[in-house]
């Protein structure tokens, strides 16, 4: 009883010193702001006639004053940034013949990798740590036995998965194909020519002046890559819309050789796409789910080790593949860091930056060994959409951010639903959020994503509107079993 005395009064010192800190202006201001009402009050209705009277004004004056509130308010609107609209997004769901469960992933590892058991040890040791359930999907060609991954094949992933995103898109929002002012389509290891944007402008003859771009060989955090492109263009190009397109192909690599350090991706990576309208058009701003508040892009390229932990490469026998080094975790640690450090005075309450600064303040005057103060996220943001990478990306983050199961639900389920979709997971997560009715209007979205190179990335949404329940998209039909228990192990 007195540990949880302690706790409950602790727990109410902080909640009094964060309104503090976070309402110091209003508090001081107010007992301002009285006393001077209270003398002007006690100077009575003819002591403010004769302070009224003893004011002079002059025509020029009152000119230059309005000419000069005039001036500045239009300096002020002229370099204020245009808002950037999240109108809504779609998200591609694989059909069930694509299903692969457990059994039939083990099956095929058997049957394609039989002269070398040890590695198909090793990828039922990953599965059943995976956190992936019995519901993700692979393409049509990683079903055959062995695999045929043609070039043929891979266009028709990336068609099936874009195109229908793209109509799901057009139909949620009505937009209509010639509407569309820039194109960013991103995906990380598939780069054909002509390329995939090329691919959505030829099927949906969009404008011959459409502003368009397609991002490769950026990981998985080249969604909020394109999410930042496209803000900036629509900060250039006003009353536009801004069409983003996140997947990755799997058909074109899927790993066929014997090295556990590239079989690691098969069994983690699977279908996945996203559609994401944005505008800067102010007709848009009333339907509009979400506001874009920041981008924040961090990259640790220049240092050696960074930029080869995640790498394609041939094995020694020629197979290319994705080849994920021991250090990833430790790497992904220290760009959540950086990314951190500079978003956090964007977005952290007064209160939360204070502790931070006292604390690193008295690491470096008093005592080196002090703990350093991890700053309290959850004041900052209601919802939290972390790559869903893997489990071990997501405890990691949890642990590191100290955020509650709750917090962590839709990365979680996400996984385990859909498997590692890369770029495009972020966007399964938001729907998930939204499909059990919890996104409400005002609550802030923390979106962090991470990607070969090595890069972390995060944006922060506003939601613009309360967003009922959706009846369709990708969670329709299995959300009432969410959020599932997810042994820590699944014995095949």
Known sequence: MPHFSNSVKLKYVKLGYQYLVNHILTLTLIPVMAGVLIEVLRLGPAGIVSLWNSLHFD????????????????????????????????????????????????????????NNPKSVEFQMRILERSGLGEETCLPPAIHYIPPTPTMEAARGEAEIVIFSAMDSLFKKTGLKPKDVDILIVNCSLFSPTPSLSAMVINKYKL???????????????????????ARDLLQVHPNSNAVVVSTEIITPNYYQGKERAMLLPNCLFRMGGAAILLSNR????????????????????????????????????????????????????????????????????ASEQLLFLLTLIGRKIFNPKWKPYIPDFKQAFEHFCIHAGGRAVIDELQKNLQLSAEHVEASRMTLHRFGNTSSSSLWYEMSYIEAKGRMKKGDRVWQIAFGSGFKCNSAVWKCNRTIKTPKDGPWADCIQGYPAHIPEVVKL
Do not use: Q, W
């Open 59 to 114: 025509l020029v004056h009152i000119l230059c004053s309005c000419f000069f509130i005039i001036f500045v308010a239009t300096v002020y609107f002229m370099s204020k940034p245009r808002s950037i609209y999240l109108v809504d997004y779609a998200c591609y769901k694989p059909p069930v013949t694509c299903r692969v469960p457990f059994a039939t992933f083990m099956e095929h590892s058997r049957l394609n990798l039989s």
């Open 207 to 229: 404008r011959s002046n459409i502003k368009s771009f397609n991002l490769s060989g950026m990981g998985c955090s080249a969604g909020l890559i394109s999410i930042d492109l």
């Open 282 to 349: 102010r007709s848009e701003r009333r339907r509009a789910k979400y506001r874009l508040v920041h981008v924040v892009r961090t990259h640790k390229g220049a240092d050696d080790k960074a930029y080869r932990c995640v790498f394609e490469e041939e094995d020694k026998e020629g197979n290319v593949g994705i080849s994920l080094s021991k250090d990833l975790m430790a790497i992904a640690g220290e760009a959540l860091k950086s990314n951190i450090t500079t978003i956090g005075p964007l977005v952290l309450p």
